[in-house]
């Protein structure tokens, strides 16, 4: 791991804006006021610039993770392969579950960009779930949503051929980017790959074989040229691609 100067700051000094976003989340925004000021009271807030590892798999869970700006790679490594797992963009909280369990990291984390990341000591959330009947409820919650998310993601990896998972991958982003018939990709293609579970080189073949359904490539740029015939060929299902559910 790279060894890098970061600002680092209590959570005491957090900035407001900060503070209210973090506690607007579902998380935390029922939960009790003395309970969260205890909660942020001992967090710790950092920059940190891009391609730096916060967290290694395996390692304790030393820290419940919140991203304040900036973005986070999600990935697992075995037998000198890796890849990604998910995305984490402001705001929002990672890896709950290992902090709750007092367990390994399953996975590592690292900045895709310059980012702002707030830390908070596993052991406060754990001390405070067992006295807020709230904010315990808000994270099985939370938990149960990322477990269906897991499932929807297993569903689309194991029913899915290549070509189709990248046609609804296309669509979700377009989706997200406001629907229109041009959008550009979230990330560079090597990571697209990656978090579809296929090589560079077989994303590159399925580019081509979307090209009769009206999809065209232009570096990270996509146009769907024929819409009806993209969403036939690709069957799109909300007990899949629907992530917030």
């Known amino acids: 791991m790279t060894l890098v100067k970061r600002t680092k700051s209590r959570g005491n000094d957090m900035p407001d804006s900060e503070y209210r976003d973090i506690r607007k989340l579902d998380l935390f925004a ?9 909660l942020m009271r001992g967090t ?16 304790p869970s030393d820290f419940l993770h919140i991203v304040i700006s900036g973005s986070v790679d999600l990935f697992s490594t075995w037998n000198g392969r890796d890849t990604s797992m998910a995305t984490v963009r402001p705001i929002s909280t990672f890896i709950l579950a290992a902090t709750i369990k007092d367990a390994p990291y399953l996975m590592s984390a690292r900045t895709l960009e310059k980012s702002r ?5 596993s052991q406060d959330v754990r ?32 029913l899915r051929t290549s070509l189709e998972r990248l046609a609804n991958y296309l669509l979700r982003q377009q989706r997200h980017t406001g629907g229109g018939a041009a959008f550009e990709l979230d990330f560079e293609k090597r990571r697209l790959a ?22 065209t490539v232009t570096g990270t ?23 917030s559910t």
């Open 30 to 38: 029922q939960m009790a006021d003395d309970n969260f000021t205890s």
């Open 44 to 59: 710790y807030v950092q920059n940190f610039p891009a391609q730096i590892e916060l967290i290694t798999e395996g390692e």
């Open 117 to 121: 990341i707030a830390l908070i000591p």
């Open 127 to 158: 001390a405070i779930f067992d006295a807020d009947g709230n904010f315990a409820r808000a994270i099985v919650t939370e938990l149960a949503q990322c477990y269906r998310s897991v499932i929807k993601a297993q569903k689309d990896l194991k």
């Open 194 to 215: 990656s978090v579809l579970g296929m090589t560079p080189e077989n994303l590159s073949r399925a580019f081509k074989g979307l090209q009769p359904y009206g999809v």
């Open 221 to 243: 740029r996509i146009a769907i040229d024929n819409q009806a015939d993209l969403e036939r060929f690709a069957k799109p299902n909300p007990l899949i691609d629907d992530f």
